[in-house]
Antibody, heavy 127, light 109 residues
Framework: EVQLVQSGAEVKEPGESLKISCKAS????????IGWVRQLPGQGLEWMGI????????RYSPSFQGQVTISADKSTTTAYLQWSSLKASDTAVYYC????????????????????WGQGTRVTVSS | EIVMTQSPGTLSVSPGERATLSCRAS??????LAWYQQKPGQAPRLLIY???TRATGIPARFSGSGSGTEFTLTINSLQSEDFGVYYC???????????FGQGTKLEIK
């Protein structure tokens, strides 16, 4: 069974750094794209970016490029989302998501949907 | 950016009736559309992908239709547990430019 288990809620002050995690299990972690979706309070879903753990190829939504960094550690089957300097506007729930398709390295990549979601990590940024 | 527009914003339907939710893409996305259901305090759940294929474990009362720019999610014989917010998502391009609709809130009368 595929499981994505995210780290717990965080309360931070503006300007602080933060790294949240998504521990994956139940599948071949390196060869599935895994990414992040943001949900602002009371709002809809926004795709942030995605990474291929086998070679750390990361792709970002233009809205989030340069604002966050997505990484992955094959040895611990964990994906990460990090900020170097948080803003109050980063207050949101963040979900990790996984592509449906197994994509071995070198195979043509196709865009995909998200059958698997983590439980969400609530990040609150306030002074 | 492909803009996904959902309508209506809120839909109130009685149990046993049919709910029809719409999603429009600003340009053609073929059949590369998914629908998700989100209940308060929960992560979204995949309902439909490829515009028409039900995800594993999704009841047959949920059905998807459409292609190109116009898509519909139909929920027949609405059950009380079907309340929540429904989102469509397009996944038509690589490098990825995934976008979600703004959501339709389904209320049970």
């Amino acid at each position: 069974e595929v499981q994505l288990v995210q780290s717990g809620a965080e309360v931070k002050e503006p300007g602080e750094s933060l790294k949240i995690s998504c521990k994956a299990s139940g599948y071949t972690f390196p060869s599935y794209w895994i990414g992040w979706v943001r949900q602002l309070p009371g709002q809809g879903l926004e795709w942030m970016g995605i990474i291929y753990p086998d070679d750390s190829d990361a792709r970002y939504s233009p809205s989030f490029q340069g604002q966050v960094t997505i990484s992955a550690d094959k040895s611990t089957t964990t994906a990460y989302l990090q900020w170097s300097s948080l803003k109050a506007s980063d207050t949101a729930v963040y979900y990790c998501v996984r592509h449906s398709r197994h994509t071995p390295l070198g195979v043509l990549i196709k865009p995909d949907f998200f059958p698997n979601w983590g439980q969400g990590t609530r990040v609150t940024v306030s002074s | 950016e492909i803009v996904m527009t959902q309508s209506p914003g809120t839909l109130s339907v009685s149990p046993g009736e049919r709910a029809t939710l719409s999603c429009r893409a600003s340009q053609s996305i073929s059949s590369n559309l998914a629908w998700y259901q989100q209940k308060p305090g929960q992560a979204p759940r995949l309902l439909i992908y490829g515009a028409t294929t039900r995800a594993t474990g999704i009841p047959a009362r949920f059905s998807g239709s459409g292609s190109g720019t116009e898509f519909t999610l139909t929920i027949n014989s609405l059950q009380s547990e079907d309340f929540g917010v429904y989102y469509c998502q397009q996944y038509n391009y690589w490098p990825p430019k995934y976008t979600f609709g703004q959501g339709t809130k389904l209320e049970i009368k």
